[in-house]
C-alpha cells in the first residue's frame, strides 16, 4: 500500500507543474473589443497597442495610456505598471485601465502575459514574472525613468509579480489588490491532500518577498472575497515593512475583483500624492 502511495506521489510530483499551470492559469485568446476599430472616443486616443519582448524572445502585447492625452497636457505624477489576474486578457480591461490613468494622474501600462490575448508562448509561474519584468523594462524605457520608479500595481495572481518586481527590482511603489501569500496557501486550499510545498518549483511567494521591499506599500483585500480569503490579504500585509496602507473596502465592493468605490480611489491618490512630496524633498536633498 505504502508503495501505490509513493508511486502516486510521484507521479503527481512529475507532473505537478503540468497540474498548477491548469489550475491557475484560464487565458482568453479572443478580445473582447477589436483594437483595430477606428474610435474616436478618448478612450482610444489617449492609448495605444504596444509590443515588446521578453527573455524567452516571445512577443507580449500591451497597451499603454498617455495621461497627457486623457488630460490635454498635464504632466503625469508617475508610471504604473498594471499586472492583471490569472484570466481573460487586456481586452477586458480598457475602460479600467482608462479610469485608473485618469483618477491617478499617471501614465499606465497593462499588458498580457504568455500565452493571453495577442502575447505569444504559454503561461507559466517562473514565465510571469519574466514577462512582468519585461513589461517594466518597456515602460520605464518609454518614460524615460529608472527602473524602480516604476509603480507596479498587481491584482489577484499579478500581487505575485508586482511583489516580485518590487522586492527584487525595487519600486517607486507597491500596491496589491486581492492578492495571495503563496501558490502553496492556495494549494493547500484547492488541493489539500498534495504536498504543494515540495512539488512545486515556483511557488510565487509574496509572503516571503515582500519584506525585501522598504518603499511605500498599499494593500487591498475585501472581507467577501471568495476567490482568496481575506486572511492571506492581512498575512502579506503583515509581512510587508513600512510605510505601508492596509484598506479594506466598504460592503458591495468587497468581493475578488470588485470596483473601486469613491474611497477606495481617493486612498490610492493618496499614495500618490505622498510619493510626490516625498520626491520633491529627494530633489531639494539632492541640491543640498
Not at 524602480?148 to 525595487?170: E, M, T
Not at 486581492?178 to 510545498?197: E, H, K, W, Y
Not at 481617493?266 to 516625498?278: A, F, G, P, V, Y
Request: glycine share 8%; hydrophobic share 35%.
Amino acid at each position: 500500500m505504502l508503495g501505490l502511495i509513493l508511486v502516486f506521489v510521484y507521479c503527481i510530483g512529475c507532473h505537478i507543474d503540468f497540474i498548477a499551470n491548469r489550475l491557475i492559469f484560464h487565458p482568453d485568446k479572443d478580445p473582447i473589443e477589436d483594437w483595430d476599430v477606428v474610435d474616436d472616443s478618448v478612450v482610444y486616443k489617449s492609448s495605444k497597442e504596444v509590443r515588446f519582448q521578453n527573455s524567452r524572445q516571445q512577443t507580449l502585447v500591451g497597451r499603454y495610456f498617455d495621461y497627457t492625452k486623457i488630460s490635454s497636457g498635464d504632466t503625469a505624477r508617475g508610471s504604473i505598471l498594471y499586472c492583471h489576474g490569472n484570466g481573460g486578457n487586456i481586452s477586458y480591461l480598457t475602460d479600467w485601465a482608462f479610469q485608473l490613468s485618469r483618477n491617478l494622474r499617471c501614465n499606465v501600462l497593462f499588458f498580457d502575459y504568455a500565452g493571453y490575448g495577442a502575447s505569444e508562448g504559454e503561461p507559466t509561474a517562473s514565465g510571469i514574472l519574466d514577462d512582468g519584468r519585461a513589461a517594466r523594462n518597456w515602460l520605464a524605457e518609454h518614460d524615460g525613468i529608472p527602473n524602480d520608479d516604476v509603480i507596479v500595481y498587481g491584482q489577484s495572481l499579478g500581487g505575485s509579480v508586482a511583489v516580485d518586481i518590487a522586492a527584487k527590482d525595487g519600486a517607486r511603489a507597491l500596491i496589491v489588490e486581492s492578492s495571495f501569500t503563496s501558490l502553496v496557501d492556495m494549494g493547500q486550499l484547492i488541493l489539500p491532500f498534495l504536498p504543494a510545498r515540495w512539488l512545486l518549483r515556483e511557488q510565487l511567494a509574496s509572503v516571503d518577498k515582500i519584506s525585501q521591499f522598504h518603499n511605500p506599500v498599499f494593500i487591498s483585500h475585501g472581507h467577501a472575497d471568495q476567490t482568496i480569503p481575506f486572511s492571506q490579504g492581512q498575512h502579506l500585509f503583515n509581512a510587508a515593512n513600512e510605510p505601508k496602507t492596509f484598506y479594506v473596502p466598504p460592503s458591495g465592493y468587497d468581493y475578488h475583483s470588485a470596483p473601486h468605490c469613491k474611497e477606495h480611489r481617493q486612498q490610492l491618490r493618496t499614495l500618490i500624492d505622498s510619493l510626490q512630496k516625498n520626491s520633491g524633498k529627494e530633489d531639494q536633498d539632492a541640491v543640498k
